[in-house]
């Protein structure tokens, strides 16, 4: 197949890269965004086939286990942005022994999930006080997010609702059967993703296709930044394919694994390489008897 054939050259061949030097701009646009295509499309299948299930395992498994783990006589009612319940308070509900087995970061580390205090005022320090991922005051949520930022938020926007053991259930009930249809939008948003991910990349290559511009000069040969632009459609294939299937992770990765591909492609180009191919005219053979009887010729 003539496109595989062109991401091999593209991985490494430099017989290929001396040739791209006289190959107009829109080939190597086209293969690019072939190449984007298609990688997109197998990325997602790869992800979808390995990820998913294990995205599909977890979530029915925190469903059931947030539900097991509700307390029986707990009731929460919210109307109009306030927080009141049924139980004395403050009220602790306690992480999970099992998240905490898992031994991971985040609301692992702390001793309760969620504690109810209305009568609390929305202040950081009393997570650490009550020793709780999140805070749930009359008008306000606190809860430290996993990056360690502690966020407030208002209770305002929040509709009116009662939540107790019987409407839990009920709600998981209902719309526990249409978990399996929330593949459709994620695979469709990771494809999206994929594909805009790769474009993005057009725009990192202007800064550097200025290496690859510089690494070609260096060797005696002058090109156009268009040109070094152009060899860096190709040159993103590796980097591209060898960074998103491998944990390869240092600062800049992509650039040096690009560098190098660009330096180990174009390490044959000479001068001859970067002088234009003349287009080759067709010239219309001339008619001698023509020119001599015209007359005879133009009678037939």
Known sequence: MEFLKNVKNSIYNPKYYQE???????YSVKYFFKFSLIFSLLFVLIFSTFIFPKINRELKNFIAESVNNYPDELEVSVKNGSVSTNVEEPYFIKTPSSWKGEQQEGVNNFENLIVIDTKSEPDVGNL???????LITEKYIVYEAEDGKITIQPLEKFPNMVINEKNVNSFVERYSPYLKFIYIPLVFAFFIFAVFFLIFRLIYLFFAALFIWLIVNIKGVKIDYSKAYQMGMHLMTLPLILISLTSIKFPFAFTVVLLIAAAVNIKNISKEDA???ANEVEIEPKNEYAQVVPGILSEK
């Open 20 to 26: 791209l030097l006289n190959r107009p701009f829109s």
């Open 128 to 134: 650490e006080k009550y020793n709780t991922a999140s």
């Open 275 to 277: 002088e234009p191919v």
